[in-house]
């Protein structure tokens, strides 16, 4: 019998989460806070275009750390790009607003913060969640992410109403292609763990091929009217047995919404 999720999973992913998001806020503050000084100085009450500009860029990075705030695999790529930006960001507005020889010191000082900060805060948040079992977290919001093996940065992720194929390797290659291969819970007609004998090609949906040694897999064969689209998946993950445990408890929670 599956359990949806253990109140100390929940607990756990809770307090990660509440962390990200704040760490994800310091950015956006810090650039609000230097729109502030810069506007009130005597020399720039007459410009508010840059004002208005840093505030846009700061909601910009709220909405970005905000969207993914239930992809806890993604969190410190996230805070890191955030923080890059947000610390560069400021670094030139605080050449361009203030005169003086600190100026270059202090930009320094905002980049280097801005930059690390957030991302040193989000580590231990992320870790704290994915060391948790899947299955413990398969009833709660977070998006449950399975390494392809194989495959350094290939993922496998269960969100809440649907599943999803991401290998940053193509999509680099391939501008054009899809960030991931979805399929959504009511296209997803059978779901069963197999055992590959590895060296084999297999497909995961449409956009990825792979190679994956011996070992566990997920196939999902897919049967989505909506779309008119027939597929089979075969997911090479170590942890195939509880993908699929916790795909079904969501596919079920899903469907009895």
Sequence with gaps: MTTPSTPDSELVLARARRRYLIAMSLGPIALVALCVVSFVGPGNRGSILPVLGF??????????????????????????????????????????????????????????????????????????????????????????????????????????????????????????DDHDDVVSFPGVAEVEVIDLPGGDEVEIGLSYTVTPSAGPALRIRVDDESIDREDEWIVPIDEAWQAAEALRTRMAQSSSK
Excluded at 70 to 86: K, T
């Design 55 to 176: 505030l846009a860029f700061a909601l910009i990075l709220l909405s970005f750390g905000y969207v993914r705030r239930n992809s806890p695999a993604r969190w410190n790529r996230v805070a890191a790009i955030s923080g890059v930006v947000a610390g560069v960001y400021g670094a030139v507005g605080v050449l361009s607003w203030r005169d003086g020889e600190s100026r270059l010191l202090i930009a320094v000082a905002v980049l280097v913060v801005l930059s690390l900060v957030p991302w040193l805060a989000v580590r231990n948040a992320s870790a704290s969640v994915l060391a948790r079992p899947k299955g413990d977290l398969a009833g709660a919001t977070v998006e449950l992410s399975f390494a392809l093996r194989d495959e350094a940065d290939g993922r496998f992720l269960i969100r809440e109403d649907e599943i999803a194929v991401r290998i940053r390797r193509k999509v680099r290659r391939n501008l054009d």
